[in-house]
């Protein structure tokens, strides 16, 4: 639209503009773009050692396994007039111990309409992202829940929706946006959220004051507990930023994070957060226990070598002391090809979280290409 925007004003500076004269083959040079896209191809094998002590154990019966899995992602944005409309689509296989599975997903499939700069609603199948926390989101109400030990996975979306208005302002509140949500479901759409007939509407408010995001969610559901949610961010210095989210409904559950990013100034990135929910979850679940504390750390080119990071990540059940370790290294060498590469083992009591895994220890390699 900015493009659009542009060509106007030059057409019109020009046909009023007693001094100039206009060529209209200069304007057909301009690349008006109506249309973006991006995604990725990448592929992952696992070698992973068994967990004679996991009561899983006993259905595999040997030492090792191996594991693969590939995914194609794409994402297409088509701008109209006042009309974006947007996907994201993902085939997806796996193939653990032989075990082979694929699917093909409509992450997110919607038609955006953007009224004027304060207004603009969303139709279709859409991620909301509510929520400040890397590794955990308590007030994400409208999204599938995040993995903890893979955080950047793309999430499906919900059928939904979303109105949104946003107001920015010269003064210490520099910028407001709400966003009302309404989500369906019955035995066969949005079934992920509720398998019943149900109707949600969830609120959210954002607040940009000083420095300070803050976001206030709320969500009613007809049949079941009523939410309400609130988090902040903000940097303390360039290179230091905090965060914290809460979230309770109304049976008395709770569950909040406290956490951190922290550049130092040998480009060694630091991440870091607190959670802790007041029930626990059933053991089928990863990350069902009360408290956990998870740290990443990561440096660029360790000892001046380009092109190469180095992270290593610790998930701990602050409960049962039981954790997962993961040692990586990152190759960037090849425009638009990374190549990981880490080393993860889990520790704990055979009876604690991690130390029951079938995984015991494994080797994982994922090259992944762009465009």
Avoid at 74 to 102: C, G, H, M, P, R
Avoid at 282 to 290: A, G, H, L, V, Y
Wanted: aromatic fraction near 20%.
């Amino acid at each position: 639209m900015q493009k659009y925007f542009l060509v106007t004003c030059l057409y019109s500076s020009f046909m009023f503009a007693d001094d100039y004269s206009f060529d209209f083959k200069e304007l057909e040079k301009l690349d008006i773009k109506t249309y973006e896209y991006n995604g990725y191809i990448k592929g992952e094998h696992k070698y992973q050692n068994l967990n004679k002590a996991s009561s899983s154990f006993p259905s595999k019966d040997k030492s090792n396994m191996n594991s693969y899995f590939g995914e194609a992602f794409f994402k297409y944005k088509y701008f109209y007039d006042k009309f974006i409309f947007q996907t994201e689509l993902a085939a997806n296989y796996e193939n653990i111990d032989s075990v082979e599975e694929d699917t093909y997903t409509a992450n997110q499939l919607f038609i955006n309409y953007k009224y004027n700069e304060n207004h603009q609603l969303n139709l279709g199948k859409k991620t909301a992202t509510w929520g400040k926390g890397y590794f955990f989101n308590p007030i994400a109400f409208v999204d599938r829940k995040k993995d903890p030990i893979n955080p950047e996975t793309n999430k499906e979306g919900y059928t939904q929706v979303n109105y949104k208005y946003n107001k920015t302002f010269q003064n210490d509140l520099q910028n407001i946006t709400f966003d009302a949500v309404y989500l369906k479901t019955t035995s066969d759409f949005n079934e992920d959220f509720y398998n019943q007939n149900s109707n949600t509407i969830a609120f959210k408010t954002y607040l940009l004051y000083k420095d300070i995001d803050i976001d206030f969610a709320y969500l009613y559901n007809d049949k079941l507990v009523n939410k309400f949610g609130v988090d902040f961010s903000t940097n303390l210095q360039t290179n230091f930023e905090i965060h914290g989210e809460y979230a309770k409904s109304d049976d008395g559950l709770y569950s909040y994070l406290l956490g951190l990013k922290y550049l130092t100034d040998f480009d060694l990135t630091i991440l870091s957060e607190y959670f802790y929910q007041n029930d626990e979850l059933s053991k089928t679940q990863s990350f069902w226990d009360n408290r956990y504390f998870i740290n990443k750390f990561t440096q660029k080119e360790p000892l001046d070598i380009l092109y190469f990071s180095i992270y290593y990540k610790n998930s701990y059940n602050l409960d049962d002391k039981s954790h997962q370790n993961n040692l990586g290294l990152i190759y960037t060498k090849i425009k638009n090809l990374s190549i990981d590469f880490s080393v993860g083992k889990n520790y704990g009591k055979n009876s604690s979280e991690f130390g029951s895994k079938l995984i015991d220890k494994f080797t994982w390699l994922q090259v992944k290409y762009s465009f």
